[in-house]
Nanobody, 125 residues
Framework: QLQLVESGGGLVQPGESLKLSCATRGFPLDYYAVAWLRQAPGKEREGIACISRSGSTTNYADSVKGRFTISRDDAKNTAYLQMNSLKPEDTGHYFC??????????????????WGQGTQVTVSS
């Protein structure tokens, strides 16, 4: 089965950190740009980070820039999202998404669609 599996979410207090993982199952990650998106009740789906095939280009939403870092390890077929200084407004269901690329650019966030079950992140005191 070809799958994309998110993990690493949980319940944390404001100011704490989490690291999410996005792993492919059944195919390699190296030909794909990777993005993280989140969905919260009452809010529109938000694309928050993207990393190009080589990792040389990254893009972040203004809401997370300076606090979140996206990375990838193609040897492990896994991408990551390190989330620091978490705020209550970061609460949501987090998904990763991939897009096959012929270069090392990062596509617009609107071009990604969530794939997988996602992982829940709740930031609350």
């Amino acid at each position: 089965q070809l799958q994309l599996v998110e993990s690493g979410g949980g319940l944390v207090q404001p100011g704490e950190s989490l690291k999410l993982s996005c792993a492919t199952r059944g195919f390699p990650l190296d030909y794909y740009a990777v993005a993280w998106l989140r969905q919260a009740p009452g809010k529109e789906r938000e694309g928050i980070a993207c990393i190009s095939r080589s990792g040389s280009t990254t893009n972040y939403a203004d809401s997370v820039k300076g606090r979140f870092t996206i990375s990838r390890d193609d040897a492990k077929n896994t991408a990551y999202l390190q989330m620091n200084s978490l705020k209550p407004e970061d609460t949501g269901h987090y998904f990763c998404a991939i897009r096959y690329m012929y270069d090392n650019e990062c596509p617009p966030m609107a071009d990604f669609e969530p794939w997988g079950q996602g992982t829940q992140v709740t930031v609350s005191s």
